[in-house]
């Protein structure tokens, strides 16, 4: 009872995380989609959107370096218990947080790399 306890405040933070994650990268790929539209002026109100979530997208990639900083730490130290004092549930919640932390930094990097392309196509014309 209470590995669960010490469990669900993590797991509460990554579900924060993930809602805070979700909407910024569905915005960014609907403006990557809209960012074909021919019409220059619809192009240019998207660029200028897509430009304008950048501060968003390096954010979220900072915390998530954070986020990960905090496993590797967390890894060390449950690594210099092993196995005296680690259980199972200590080892599936680390392993569920590195997933979804390794996830969410691939996502933002694909969506930041994409809109880089994006506007960097339009710098470079």
């Known amino acids: 009872p209470q590995q669960t306890q010490q469990t669900a405040p993590e797991l509460k933070g990554s579900a924060e995380m993930a809602f805070r994650i979700a909407p910024i990268l569905q915005k960014s790929d609907r403006l990557l989609g ?11 109100l998207v660029l200028g959107q897509l430009k304008a979530m950048l501060p968003d997208l390096v954010s979220l990639a900072s915390e ?62």
């Open 64 to 125: 998530v370096d954070d986020i990960l900083v905090k496993l590797a730490a967390e890894t060390r130290e449950l690594d210099a218990n092993w196995p005296a004092t680690v259980t199972p549930l200590q080892l599936r919640s680390l392993a569920d947080r590195w997933k979804y932390a390794q996830r969410w930094r691939e996502q933002i990097r694909r969506t930041r790399f994409a809109v880089d392309a994006v506007l960097g196509s339009v710098v470079g014309r």
């Open 34 to 44: 809209e960012a074909g539209v021919k019409a220059s002026l619809d192009r240019a």
